[in-house]
């Protein structure tokens, strides 16, 4: 109740914010989405229920599940002037690039008519943005293969219908695994929201200045792409396939302990789990069940595996409490699901876009809610008289 957190490295963080969304205890591996335990939501639920539960507090019954999900299926569209927008990139630029300046821009088309005093037009504009993100993600991919972006189909589900987005090519018809589509679902599910992360609480600390909901997320995605954060499922894989090989594991584990190397086991440590993340359990188990289901043998599983097995019984990542997070086996199975490894970030932040707008909400309609106004240690020079460059 205090708010005042330390972490076992003896840092201390005061609480930014007062939440009812999400709950971890990361010394337990808890992680609970509006009390619903992490592992019930991945067996149960789909990530577009989840993305209602986030935003109202509550499972939604038949008739408001139907009614969100036509809200947000009849939102999936970009404004065709909007589209122009990408043309202005380069095309190899990062899609993670793309899609910072794509949500920025997106406050050009729809802030102007939003007034954030009304409850129902902040509502909606989280709607666009879970119902648009993923159609944004999927035009940036096919902008930078030089494909033509497709439309939304509204008769598709919303993991399917981005994944037609992304993949569905003129010349010929479309086969989607479903696999594929429960896969995605399910990493959805486990990245929609995570309590006050770096990139939640930037959307939080964008939006207490009463910034419109676009330019928050659009803060959200840039502090998501640092490899700290959510840039680290790309640089797992990156990893993986620099170890290359099971019998080279040993020497990355070493490499990783020398703290001159500057290198990091990437997908392993998290500033709050002090035990396994809970997401990275259900995902290590999903990862062989989804690469036998579509009959991918990746090698890299099995460094993953290795790696994973040798930092466990290793002193140095024991007595630091370091585990694998999310990260760690995730890019493996977007990799089985043909998605290319430029876009695993942007994969987290279709589903963080859930958890962004419904922190955005709770702030918003939190009366109590004041700008967020972080204090430092002043660590500069006592006050000094000034000298004219002559004698300097
Ligand atoms: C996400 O906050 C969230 O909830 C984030 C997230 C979400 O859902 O939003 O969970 C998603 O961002 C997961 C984290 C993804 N990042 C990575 O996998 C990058 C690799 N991990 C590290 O950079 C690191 O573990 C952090 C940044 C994730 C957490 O850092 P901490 O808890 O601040 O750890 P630290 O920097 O204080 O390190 C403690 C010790 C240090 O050694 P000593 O100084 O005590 O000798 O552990 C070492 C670190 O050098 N250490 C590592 C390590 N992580 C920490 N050593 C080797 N490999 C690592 N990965």
């Given amino acids: 109740e205090t ?5 076992d490295s003896g840092f201390t963080a005061t609480a930014s914010c007062r939440s009812a969304i999400t709950y971890i205890d990361g010394d337990n591996g808890v992680l609970m989405y509006r009390g619903y335990p992490i592992e019930q939501l991945a067996e149960h639920s789909s990530f577009l229920e989840v993305a209602y539960l986030l935003m109202n507090g509550e499972l939604p019954g038949k008739d408001d599940f139907a009614t969100f999900e036509h809200e947000v299926t009849h939102h999936t569209m970009m404004h065709e002037a909007f589209r122009t927008f990408l043309f202005g990139f380069r095309h190899d630029a990062h899609p993670m690039a793309m899609l910072v300046g794509m949500l920025g821009s997106m406050a050009s088309f729809y802030h102007n008519t939003l007034d954030l005093e009304d409850a129902e037009q902040r509502r909606m504009a989280a709607i666009r943005l879970i119902a648009k993100v993923p159609t944004i993600a999927a035009a940036c991919h096919r902008y930078s293969i030089g494909w033509p972006s497709r439309y939304p189909k509204n008769n598709l589900e919303y993991v399917t219908r981005f994944l037609h987005m992304m993949k569905e090519v003129p010349s010929e018809p479309l086969e989607l695994n479903p696999v594929a589509a429960k896969a995605l679902d399910l990493l959805f599910i486990l990245h929609a929201d995570h309590e006050q992360n770096a990139s939640t609480s930037t959307v939080r600390l964008v939006g207490s200045t009463g910034a419109n909901p676009y330019a928050c997320v659009a803060a959200g995605v840039a502090a998501l792409w640092g490899p700290a954060h959510g840039g680290a499922n790309e640089a797992v894989l990156k990893m993986l396939e620099e170890i290359g090989r099971p019998d080279n594991v040993q020497s990355a584990v070493d490499k990783a302990k020398d703290k001159n190397s500057g ?20 995902i290590r ?15 890299l599983l099995e460094v993953a595996m290795k790696l994973e097995e040798a930092a466990l019984k290793d002193d140095y990542f024991v007595q630091r409490k370091l585990y694998p997070n999310v990260d760690f086996y995730s890019g493996i199975i977007y990799k089985a699901l043909g ?6 970030t942007v994969m987290f932040a279709i589903a963080r876009t859930a958890g962004w707008v419904a922190h955005w909400l709770e702030q918003q309609n939190d009366p109590e809610a004041k700008i967020g106004r972080p204090r430092q240690i002043y660590t500069g020079y006592d006050a000094r008289d000034y000298a004219s460059i002559d004698k300097r």
């Fill in 3 to 7: 708010g005042l957190f330390t972490y």
């Fill in 339 to 344: 998605i290319p490894t430029e876009m695993f």
């Fill in 285 to 299: 188990e999903m990862c062989h069940k989804v690469l036998n289901e579509l009959g991918v043998n990746d090698p």
């Fill in 263 to 282: 290198f990091r086991l990437m997908g392993f440590g998290h500033r709050v789990y002090k035990n396994f993340d809970p997401r990275a359990k259900i």
